[in-house]
Structures are given as C-alpha cells and as structure tokens.
C-alpha cells in the first residue's frame, strides 16, 4: 500500500500558451524528486507510471507526473514524436517545480516512457544538474546526439520480448559516457503487462534513485 502523501497539489506547467496539468506528490522525509516524461498515447493519468510513482513514494521520493501534451497536441502523431518539444515541455516541469519551496532544493530525476524517454535525456544533456534518468520501454535513440552529452546516471528498462526496442537501447547505452546500466526483463512485452513486469520495473527504478539521488 502507499504511504500517504505529506503534500498533494496539482500544478499547472505553461509552455508557449499551453497549460499542462500535473500532479505533485511529497512523501514524508522526502529527499528527491522525480519527474515523469511519459510515452505516445499516454498521459499523466498513465496507470504504469502511477504505480511506479507509488513506489517510489513509498521510497521517499516525490514524484510530478504532468501532461507533455494537451489534448488536441496529443492526437497529432507529428507531436507526439517531436523529442525536442517533450524535452522543452519537460524542461519547463523542471523549472515548474522549482519554484514551490518544498521541492526547490532536491535533488532531481527524470522517469521516461517511449518517446518520452528520449524526452528525459536531450533534457538531462541540458542540464547536468539533473542527478538520474530511468527509462521504461524507452526509445532512447530518438535522443540522437544528445546522448553523447547526458551526464545523469542512466538505467535502461526494457522487455526481453520487445526485440527491436532491445536492440535499439543496446545501441544507445553504448554510446552513453557516463554510468549506466541496461535490464532486460525476462518474458515482458513493451508495455510491461505481464504479471510481475512492472513492479520489477518499479523495483528496478526505486534502486537506481535511491542511489543516484542521495549521491
């Protein structure tokens, strides 16, 4: 079960005239904070990320979960694969967040899914504060050269099952400086649907920030 939120607020994130709902979680004895970019045709409201944002709660781990898109953005296919418009959008969250005194001064990291994983890392090459990046199913390649720039500790998630996605992340974890890592999941498929995927991703997610954050 997740522990109860000390703080429950949502924020609005403007970007270029939009206004992008998310939600703010801090658990008790908070010390970190992670932001959530996620995927094509998936929302703040994505019951993959929340259950991995619970975990982390639990962990002591606040988490943001937003909207990159509004909803007439979102039916666009064009927008949901323009990386360098998720990562500014996500950029703007950063700053967002920044600005409420509960979460100023902690330490930050950036949880991505599909296309929102690229997202995560062109913004981490920018901003070599950010202290983690997790990617779930990610589609890191879509990073381009902005992959040769990100600083952050960098764990790869994928399903043993989703072979392209696999082979596109063992290409761009090679071309990753800093520390990293790829797990695969035995048996998971590019949704991490099967019985025991995502809390294995949850798990897998919680380590990594609980190490990178506290560094």
Same mark, same amino acid.
């Given at each position: 079960?997740?522990?109860?939120?000390?703080?429950?607020?949502?924020?609005?994130?403007? +970007? %270029? %005239?939009?206004?992008?709902?998310?939600?703010?979680?801090?658990?008790?004895?908070?010390?970190?904070? #992670?932001?959530?970019?996620?995927?094509?045709?998936?929302?703040?409201?994505?019951?993959?990320?929340?259950?991995?944002?619970?975990?982390?709660? /639990?962990?002591?781990?606040?988490?943001?979960?937003?909207?990159? =898109? +509004? *909803?007439? @953005?979102?039916? /666009?296919?064009?927008? #949901?694969? +323009?990386?360098?418009?998720?990562?500014?959008?996500?950029?703007?969250?950063?700053?967002?967040?920044? /600005? *409420?005194?509960?979460? @100023?001064?902690?330490?930050?990291?950036?949880?991505? &899914?599909?296309?929102?994983? &690229?997202?995560? =890392?062109?913004?981490?090459?920018?901003?070599?504060?950010?202290? &983690?990046?997790?990617?779930? %199913?990610?589609?890191?390649?879509?990073?381009?050269?902005?992959?040769?720039?990100?600083?952050?500790?960098?764990?790869?998630?994928?399903?043993?099952? +989703?072979?392209?996605?696999?082979?596109?992340?063992?290409?761009?974890?090679?071309?990753?400086?800093? *520390?990293?890592? =790829? @797990?695969?999941?035995?048996?998971?498929?590019?949704?991490?649907?099967?019985?025991?995927?995502?809390?294995?991703?949850?798990?897998l997610a919680a380590g990594w920030f609980a190490r990178s954050l506290a560094a």
């Amino acid at each position: 079960m997740s522990a109860p939120a000390a703080i429950d607020r949502e924020l609005i994130v403007s +970007d %270029g %005239g939009h206004d992008l709902p998310g939600r703010l979680r801090l658990p008790p004895g908070v010390h970190g904070l #992670v932001l959530f970019a996620h995927g094509s045709g998936s929302s703040r409201l994505s019951p993959r990320n929340r259950q991995v944002a619970a975990v982390l709660e /639990d962990a002591g781990v606040a988490t943001f979960l937003f909207d990159l =898109l +509004d *909803e007439v @953005e979102a039916a /666009d296919r064009r927008l #949901v694969f +323009d990386v360098g418009l998720l990562a500014r959008r996500l950029l703007a969250a950063t700053d967002r967040v920044a /600005d *409420e005194p509960e979460t @100023e001064t902690l330490p930050v990291g950036y949880f991505g &899914a599909s296309t929102g994983a &690229a997202a995560a =890392l062109v913004a981490a090459a920018e901003r070599p504060v950010i202290a &983690a990046v997790v990617s779930r %199913g990610g589609r890191p390649d879509l990073a381009s050269e902005a992959l040769g720039r990100v600083r952050a500790p960098t764990l790869l998630i994928v399903g043993g099952r +989703d072979v392209e996605v696999l082979d596109l992340n063992r290409r761009a974890l090679a071309r990753l400086p800093g *520390e990293k890592r =790829l @797990e695969v999941i035995p048996g998971a498929t590019h949704l991490f649907e099967e019985p025991g995927a995502i809390e294995r991703v949850a798990e897998l997610a919680a380590g990594w920030f609980a190490r990178s954050l506290a560094a």
